[in-house]
């Protein structure tokens, strides 16, 4: 069992723009997060449809705070291009699993692993920093509103 955090949201209206901070966001179930790039079908790997494994990224800070320990390459929330970064959850435990941000019921579907792409749009190394602890992609099972602060904890549908 575990019982993480919600430190920060981040979403961007198309393929390649920067990552914004908001303070809360709706999670709209099968689409994604409202004003994201994934749900408006403006993701850089789209081709005119919404799968489950792009609606929702994921990354720990622990995650971010490896890469930077290990390649002495600090690596931003919004560097690493995912929408929500928590703390004390193990994302990489939660693939086929469903649990909670708050009141929204997310679904793990799987790693989020890094890759050219990233790199390319953000800075070298951030790959191989990022490699085997990238994240999650989830679909949103339930939707409802993701504030930062919000408790993460694991949780079955109801």
């Known amino acids: 069992m575990f019982q993480g955090r919600l430190l920060a949201i981040g979403v961007a209206a198309a393929a390649g723009e920067p990552l914004e901070t908001v303070p809360q966001i709706e999670a709209v179930a099968g689409q994604g997060l409202a004003g994201d790039r994934y749900a408006s079908c403006r993701g850089a790997f789209q081709k005119g449809e919404i799968l489950p494994s792009q609606q929702v990224t994921l990354i720990e800070r622990e995650a971010l705070d490896a890469a930077a320990s290990d390649y002495q390459l600090p690596v931003t929330h919004l560097e690493s291009r995912r929408n929500l970064l928590v703390e004390h959850v193990p994302l990489n435990h939660l693939v086929g699993r469903t649990f909670r941000v708050g009141p ?14 990233l790199e390319k749009i953000t800075r070298a190394g951030i790959e191989k920093a990022l ?3 990238g994240g999650l992609r989830a679909e949103v099972v339930r939707g409802g509103t993701l504030r930062v602060g919000d408790e993460v904890t694991l949780g079955e549908e109801s």
């Not at 679904?107 to 890759?115: A, F, V, W, Y």
């Open 131 to 133: 490699r085997h602890r």
């Open 104 to 117: 929204v019921l997310l679904r793990g579907i799987k790693l989020c692993e890094p890759c050219g792409y």
